[in-house]
């Protein structure tokens, strides 16, 4: 890996720090060659400190270490994406990121579908809402939605109609998301129960 550390005639590179397993941004901090060297020897994200003039790593003094994972630079040599698994919050004020966001993991649009699932359940009494007349009819009711889905997708499977294979998996997905909520579980839960079979 080579970087580019005179560019911008201060002999430091921005380094990105992002979350191996949540993939949010955490912070921006600075590196020059002797930081990255230490970050790479101990392990242990190390930045320079404009500030203070010196090497600083960093949870030295709170204990929220950024624990290295893996290290890239970007297309033009002058920036680096520092992958790391964090001991606590990352920001000195008390927060997990410098942005003061929560380092949760997010599985994009299938996270907004989620929370609107979330607010059907708390709304049971919408009479217009699909998903509100599904929780309000039980776990049987739901149970049963996703075994009618299931064998529908698995029927799509065997067909050569693309389109409607990809639109009964999307019901199948939609309606266990549904069963998951039920049962008091989410996508998290499920991730989980992966992570610890790999």
């Known amino acids: 890996m ?17 979350d191996v397993k949540t993939k949010n941004v955490l912070m921006l901090g600075y590196m020059d060659q002797e930081a990255l060297d230490v970050t790479q020897e101990t392990k242990r994200v190390t ?10 790593t960093k949870g030295e003094e709170s204990g ?13 040599n002058d920036t680096l994406l520092v992958m790391v698994n964090p001991e606590g919050p990352t920001c000195h004020k008390g927060t997990d990121t410098c942005w003061a966001g929560d380092n949760t993991q997010n599985f994009g649009f299938l996270t907004e579908l989620e929370e609107i699932i979330t607010s059907r359940k708390e709304h049971q009494d919408d009479e217009k809402s699909y998903v509100a007349s599904l ?64």
């Not at 080579?2 to 992002?18: R, T």
């Not at 930045?47 to 600083?56: A, D, N, V």
């Not at 049963?144 to 019901?171: H, M, P, R, Y």
Request: glycine residues 4%; neutral net charge; aromatic residues 10%.
């Open 64 to 76: 929220n270490f950024l624990n290295l994972v893996s290290i890239k630079n970007d297309c033009d």
């Open 47 to 56: 930045f320079f400190s404009r500030s203070k003039r010196r090497l600083w």
């Open 135 to 198: 929780f309000k009819k039980g776990i049987n009711k739901i149970a049963q939605k996703v075994g009618e889905e299931a064998v529908e997708t698995v029927i799509e499977a065997k067909d050569d109609n693309d389109e409607l294979f990809l639109n009964e998996s999307a019901d199948l997905l939609f309606h266990y998301l549904i069963l998951l909520q039920a049962k008091g579980y989410t996508l998290k839960d499920i991730v989980k129960v992966l992570e610890s079979r790999h």
């Open 2 to 18: 080579k970087i580019d550390f005179n560019k911008n005639n201060d002999g430091l590179v921005p380094a990105i720090i992002q």
